[in-house]
Structure formats: C-alpha cells, structure tokens
C-alpha cells in the first residue's frame, strides 16, 4: 500500500513540475497563485516570437467578407476563452451565444470549393459546442469540458483562414484529468481557461499561427 501510494504521489509531483517549471526561457510556464493579470488587451509581437514554431494559414485568397465573418467567430471565440480563465461562466455563455449567431451569418456562397470543403468540416461541431457553452452559463465545469473540442476546432478553422492577426497555440498538460489541452490566445502570456485562478499561468506557447 505503501509503494502505491509514493508511486502516486511521485506521478502528482512530476506532472505539477511540467506545469510549473517557469524559470527557463519560457516565463509564461508555471503557476503563479498570488497574481492574476485581468488584462485582456492585445499585447504587440515581440522579438521573443522568433523562438515559438510559426505556421501559416492554408488559405490566403479568401473573400474579405466571408474573411470578416469568419474574424468575428474567432473574436467570440477568444471572448469565451478569457471569460473562461477569468473564470466567469455567465460570461463565457454570452461569448458562445454570440459566437454561434455570428456562425449563422456566414455566407458560404463566398468561399471557393475548396475552402467551403475544410469550413463544412468542423462547422456543426463548432456550432454544438457553441450551443453547450451558451446553455451552461452557471456550470463552468461543463463549459470547460466543451471548450477542450472547441478549441481544437477554431484551431482548424484559424490554420485554414486566418483570424485577422496572430494568434498562440497555447498548451496545458494537466487539463481533462492531466491529459492534457490546447486552446488559441491573443496573447503570449499564458492565461489558462481550464483552470482559471486555480492555475492561471499553467502552459506553454507551442505556435503561432499568423
């Protein structure tokens, strides 16, 4: 029993560790309990960019309007997003409604085969986890737990067309249970929607998609 137990508490150890090793050339890494930056202003690329893996988007003819509809999903997007980490559920389900409208307003006549192929792709998923977001606005946990599969929707959705500026992959590796979860910033300071001020600085930059 005893063995189980140290091997457990090993396993917690080096998985708080991988969240928390904060002082190499990654600062945003790490937890920090005593200090929750609110500022969700749009913070200008730094020379600091050029160490985080660069990806371009797939698309880079897409009309300006159907470009601007699919710009503002992604703002409501990372409204949820800081909503989440600010860990403000009635918040988050606002930004999800509006997502979910905004998703109704595109025009898909305006895409080429092509591109119309890789929107239809994620488009219902997208619009489901929306709908789940929106209805929860007082149960952060489930909101959370959606937020996981949309994030890695918008992913496909932001490589594919864009979102207007840079956006940062970001990683946590002790979201769903340590299992790990990605989610898009417009900044490259970490702000952790799936723990919020529980963990707010917990993850690391893995690209930047421009």
């Not at 091997?7 to 990654?26: P, R």
């Not at 949820?80 to 898909?108: F, H, P, R």
């Not at 619009?127 to 996981?148: L, P, Y």
Request: proline letters at 1%; charged letters at 30%.
């Amino acid at each position: 029993m005893k063995k189980i137990l140290f091997s457990v508490l090993a396993i917690s150890t080096i998985t708080f560790t991988a969240c928390n090793s904060g002082n190499g050339k990654n600062e945003q890494e790490g937890h920090d309990m005593n200090k929750m930056n609110k500022d969700t202003a749009q913070h200008a690329t730094t020379a600091d960019d050029k160490d985080v893996k660069a990806v371009s988007v797939t698309f880079t003819n897409v009309d300006a309007k159907a470009t601007a509809y699919i710009k503002e999903i992604v703002d409501h997007y990372l409204h949820v997003k800081n909503a989440l980490a600010n860990d403000n559920s009635s918040e988050a389900a606002s930004g999800a409604k509006a997502m979910e409208n905004a998703i109704g307003k595109l025009d898909k006549s305006l895409l080429t085969v092509e591109q119309k192929k890789a929107y239809d792709a994620n488009e219902e998923e997208l619009k489901e986890h929306a709908e789940h977001i929106g209805k929860n606005g007082d149960n952060i946990k489930h909101q959370r737990s959606h937020f996981v599969q949309m994030s890695e929707v918008v992913y496909e959705l932001v490589k594919n067309f864009g979102a207007g500026r840079p956006l940062y992959h970001d990683h946590c590796p002790m979201a769903r249970d340590n299992q790990g979860a990605m989610w898009l910033s417009e900044v490259k300071e970490i702000k952790n929607p799936y723990f919020g001020s529980e963990m707010f600085k917990c993850g690391r930059v893995e690209e930047m998609i421009k």
